[in-house]
């Protein structure tokens, strides 16, 4: 693979998805029947996904379990777009809840240009996974959080960058505080290709690092080697565990009903079988 980004290296890029696989940490861990009902699962909306959708018991259990692991990657993907910048020249990220908080730092002594012209020398980054994870309070703090930015240095921008925007956009951002409709040009909301378009000079930054991405996580998980793969047990543990079960065709819809029922009436009885 020829390196095409310029703005970062291919050991740095190849380290920084190296150390945001391991964020997953726990995640990677194989599941089995008491990991998987650790929360108790629900019975009656499994078999209805199963049925409805028309999939096996295999595929139905695999669904639930990468359910079970997406539910809290979200926050190891925010890992890996916050702090790709440490890498990139001019930007800085502060270690978590230093440096007012901010996710990453730009500062540019030979100026930057904001769209409707405006020069300032530092852009201060509140970074979001997704445009609609901010509910109107949340907006609400982070706004006057940058308009108190604005007040302590009036030669800067600050920005919410949004990884997954509505669309491509570096606009002057518009909310709610205390039911009256805000904005400021120098409070902008921005989708992360702008950004990384500003930070790097070039257009196309993040659409090039988005086509070597696939090719370097792989490279990562293959240098690991089964350290990475879970061997998920749940399926078979399932139907072992409802084995003795008279109607051959009921075993698995039985051994679900366990998971959440075991005690109820009626099930309690097949518990003790």
């Known amino acids: 693979m ?12 190849t380290k920084h998805v190296q150390d945001t696989i ?4 726990d995640k990677l861990k194989s599941f089995d029947v008491q990991r998987f009902n650790k929360n108790i699962i629900d019975p009656v909306k499994l078999i209805f996904d199963k049925t409805v959708y028309q999939a096996d018991w295999k595929e ?13 990657n979200n926050n190891d993907i925010g890992y890996f777009h916050q702090r790709i910048f440490q890498y990139i020249d001019k930007c800085h990220v502060p270690d978590n809840g230093t440096e ?23 852009v201060y980054v509140e970074m979001k996974n997704k445009h609609n994870t901010m509910n109107s309070s949340a907006a609400g703090k982070t706004f006057i959080k940058m308009q108190n930015q ?18 491509s956009q570096n ?13 400021h040009k120098l409070i902008r909301r921005v989708s992360i290709d702008k950004f990384y378009e500003l930070v790097t000079g070039q257009e196309d930054a993040f659409f090039k690092l988005c ?12 240098n690991n080697g089964n350290n ?31 998971l959440g029922f075991s005690t109820y009436n009626g099930f309690s009885k097949l518990a003790k079988q």
């Open 2 to 13: 020829t390196w095409d980004l310029s703005f970062i290296t291919e050991e740095d890029f």
């Open 22 to 25: 391991e964020k997953y940490g």
């Open 60 to 72: 139905t259990i695999s669904n639930e379990i990468f359910r079970q692991r997406d539910k809290s």
């Open 100 to 122: 007012g908080g901010w996710d990453v730092i730009y500062k540019n002594p030979e100026g930057i240009i904001l769209p409707d012209g405006s020069c300032v020398h530092t």
């Open 150 to 167: 604005l007040l302590k240095d009036d030669d800067c921008a600050c920005f919410l960058v949004e990884a997954i925007a509505k669309k």
């Open 171 to 183: 606009i002057k951002w518009e909310t709610t505080v205390d039911g009256q409709r805000v904005g």
């Open 211 to 222: 086509m070597v991405l696939p090719t370097v996580i792989q490279k990562v998980v293959d």
């Open 228 to 258: 990475l793969v879970p061997h998920d047990t749940v399926y078979d543990e399932l139907r072992l565990a409802a084995s003795n079960v008279e109607d051959k065709d009921m075993i698995m819809e039985i051994a679900i009903f366990m």
